[in-house]
């Protein structure tokens, strides 16, 4: 071994250094959270040029979001220089893109065709939907998407699903799927879930297609392979072949993180990864350098009441023990928030963490609403990722359907949303008109546009405007064949009138939505000048097509904020699907409630429950110091106040690693009238005849809070309410039938 190839092995442990210098035989690394797997393929990589003479050219390595790929791409360029511009490290549909740009013609396209994403998709569905007559809600484009991306992750195209279909829900899918597949080649679009399928579908179809990437690609490696799906899983294995001429492949994964069931991602791959390659190799990696030894202790206590792990493995840390972990029950929602950013102060005042080392965890999107109105309250900075990013918003979306215009002259979906944006004179008559006029022709809808004249039922004015917009699009498409995007979209917010409509509102609102305008020509110049820098990778051109395809492939983990900012960051607010794969100096898992996390739906089926301790893991395991868990005892539920009981993850934890707040005793096994088994603060439900009978003015003992007299009451029955002053701030709700409230 040479002396560079003996420094990238330097410093790595055993099971690290085997991972990196491992040749021939499949390879399966096992990466516990926070075991350095990132590190691990790099200097694989970093290994392979050194000392297996590899040339850069021939590494592919795939990741699941851009954010990973750039680290990836910026530590391999720091351990081998400029050569690791020639590599392929990108994301799956990244690397399925550039293919298929490539080899577009061989399957009909033009190279130019647009990616529509989730909201393009159901504005084509409800359009479907609409001219077969059927009811939207019964049939709703949501539903219908979300049973075609299914077909389609399966790789089952729509002539083999309705050759499937046993009922006539699966009859009436299968044939929405065939008009909608129709509809998309007619506008020359592929969806999300197309540009995984249609590059497995070239492959299989044209062997020699496939042959040469794979004599290209000799060494493939593959980034969270839990979270695969099956039409990635069948990419893998093309991309690999088999015998003699098939290329190294060398998967990273953790069958304790694999969490996207949702959206078709299959455990299966991971856990049966040495039945599918039966030379396979697998190598664990269990050190953990992130958490704590209580932090990993928790998580390692959660996880092993999974049955579906694959290799077990057990983390563990030469960080110490660390703080101990922090639990909080509150009252209510407000509550457990309060508790938190008081929390989150103290931690900051003391010097301990920054706001951009906090990460605030949750179940689901509508937890996020009491976290944000505390911190706004109390003045801490936050982020909410997810919910409605920037390229969500209309005036951005608006835009990037013209931008899409100027590359792609078919794509329908993008000309019906703006062919009247802004107003000139295009009504639902006229479009109704112009989809006629497509359908018997069999043309695409901007394609008809331009046969206006055919089409007699449109007033004069409408076809005005309908030239006009004509007319913008071809200004703009020819100046896109020689400038960046910036000057692209420039010229089409100044032709359009966009601009100037907005200036003129008196909407309050129309001023963000200027200053989102503003921000999309920023992000379009950042993007050509990131890409000049980058000008050495290949198909990589600082074009409006370029720019599209880098817009359509971001995804919520790449706007999480950055922890370093000079101004201290902003406390990242994020639901845990999203926070897969990130880490931070402190953690509130909140919601830790049975029905909210876990959450009802997957409480009856073993699976799904499974999944959802899953889910706990990566949560518990983005701590690096200082993890809280929070609850609370009562929330509010469309307008009511409900009892939750504890989590039952928490009972999983040994409690000797938890210390509960004083303003909620720790947490204890407790069993409900009935005999039903829970976990929370103790609590006694009492029978009605036991429910104290109040009234306004009484005097109670509350024997958490003490003394108090009631201000208001509410319900009756097993809902009845009172509203108590303690003396100690605002008065306190309580359900009296489970609070320990009796009348003095």
């Known amino acids: 071994m040479n002396d560079a190839s003996e420094a990238l092995v330097a410093g790595l442990n055993e099971s690290q250094r085997q991972a990196v210098e491992h040749a021939g035989a499949p390879l399966l690394i096992v990466a516990g959270a926070g075991s350095g797997k990132t590190r691990v393929l790099t200097h694989r990589i970093a290994y392979l040029l050194a000392e297996r003479d590899v040339h850069p050219g021939q590494i592919l390595a795939i990741t ?41 013609h061989r399957l009909g396209w033009k190279s130019s065709f647009s990616i529509y994403d989730a909201d393009d998709a159901r504005r084509l569905l409800t359009q479907i939907v609409k001219e077969l007559g059927l009811d939207s809600k019964k049939q709703s484009p949501r539903w219908l998407a979300a049973e075609i991306s299914r077909l389609k992750n399966e790789l089952i ?40 399928g249609a590059t ?31 039409a990635q899983y069948a990419l893998v294995r093309e991309l690999v072949g088999t015998g003699d001429e098939a290329a190294e492949l060398c998967v990273v994964g953790d069958a304790d ?21 039966p030379e396979a190799e697998t190598i664990l990696l269990e050190q953990n350098y992130r958490s704590t030894q209580n932090i990993l202790d928790a998580a390692n206590h959660v996880i092993q009441n999974n049955t579906a792990r694959g290799r077990e493995k057990k983390l563990f840390s030469d960080l110490g023990d660390g703080p101990t972990i922090l639990g909080h029950t509150g009252d209510n929602e407000h509550d457990e928030a309060a508790w938190v950013a008081s929390r989150v102060d103290e931690l900051v005042d003391a010097g301990q963490t920054s706001f951009g080392d906090v990460a605030v965890f949750y179940r689901t999107n509508a937890q996020s609403r009491a976290f944000e109105e505390v911190f706004v309250r109390r003045g801490i900075p936050y982020k909410v990722v997810g919910g409605v990013r920037f390229y969500e918003r209309k005036e951005v979306r608006d835009l990037l359907a013209y931008l899409k215009l100027t590359v792609n002259a078919d794509d329908t979906v993008s000309a019906q949303r703006v062919v009247n944006v802004p107003k000139r004179g295009v009504g639902d008559r006229a479009v109704a008109e112009i989809e006629a006029l497509a359908a018997r022709h069999r043309i695409s809808f901007p394609a008809a546009l331009r046969r206006v004249d055919e089409a007699p039922g449109v007033s004069g004015r409408a076809r005005g405007g309908i030239k006009q917009f004509c007319e913008i699009l071809d200004a703009a498409t020819a100046l896109a064949e020689t400038a960046p995007p910036e000057e692209v979209l420039d010229k089409l917010i100044a032709d359009t009138g966009y601009l100037e409509g907005l200036e003129k509102s008196t909407d309050p609102r129309d001023e963000g939505r200027i200053e989102n305008l503003q921000e999309l020509v920023a992000v379009a110049h950042e993007f050509t000048e990131q890409t000049a820098r980058e000008d050495a990778a290949d198909d990589l051109a600082p074009d409006v097509a370029s720019f599209l395809e880098h817009v359509a492939l971001v995804s919520d983990a790449d706007s ?67 993890l809280h868990l929070t609850r609370a005892g ?28 004083q303003s909620a005793p720790p947490p204890q096994r407790v069993v409900k009238r009935g005999g039903t088994p829970s976990f929370g603060q103790p609590i006694a439900i009492r029978d009605p005849g036991d429910v104290p009978s109040l009234e306004v003015g009484d005097r109670v003992n509350h024997d958490k809070w003490g003394l108090g007299r009631v201000v208001e009451l509410k319900g009756s029955g097993p809902r009845a309410q009172a509203r108590i002053d303690f003396g100690d701030g605002d008065p306190k709700w309580v359900i009296l039938r489970l609070a320990p409230v009796s009348k003095i």
């Open 64 to 104: 699941f979001t851009n954010k990973a790929a750039a680290e990836m791409r910026e530590r391999v360029a720091g351990l081998v220089g400029a050569r690791s511009r020639a590599m392929w490290v990108m994301t799956f549909h990244s690397a399925c893109l550039r293919i298929l740009r490539r080899e577009a």
């Open 157 to 196: 195209g729509p002539a083999r699903a309705a050759g499937e279909a046993e009922d006539a829900k699966a009859r009436l899918v299968a044939d929405i799927y065939a008009q909608y597949d129709e509809r998309l080649r007619l506008a020359g679009a592929v969806d999300f879930d197309d540009i995984i």
């Open 200 to 230: 497995v579908g070239l492959f299989r179809d044209f062997p020699e297609v496939a042959a040469s990437y794979r004599m290209r690609f000799r060494h493939v490696m593959v980034d969270e392979y839990q979270d695969t799906n099956h």
């Open 257 to 277: 993180q694999s969490i996207y069931a949702f959206r078709g991602a299959t455990i299966r791959n991971i856990i049966e990864f040495e039945r599918d390659y």
């Open 560 to 626: 999480v904020p950055d922890p370093e900012a000079e101004d201290g960051g902003v406390v990242t607010l994020m639901t845990l699907h999203t926070a897969k794969g990130l880490e931070f100096d402190t953690v509130f898992l909140t919601g830790m409630d049975d029905g909210l996390f876990p959450h009802e739906r997957s409480m009856s089926k073993p699976d799904d429950m499974e999944e959802e301790r899953r889910l706990a893991y990566v949560g518990l395991t983005r701590a690096r110091k200082h």
């Open 634 to 661: 009562t929330r509010n539920v469309f307008g009511q106040p409900e009892f939750y009981a504890a989590s039952r993850f928490l009972s999983e934890i040994p409690s000797g690693l938890v210390e509960w707040s």
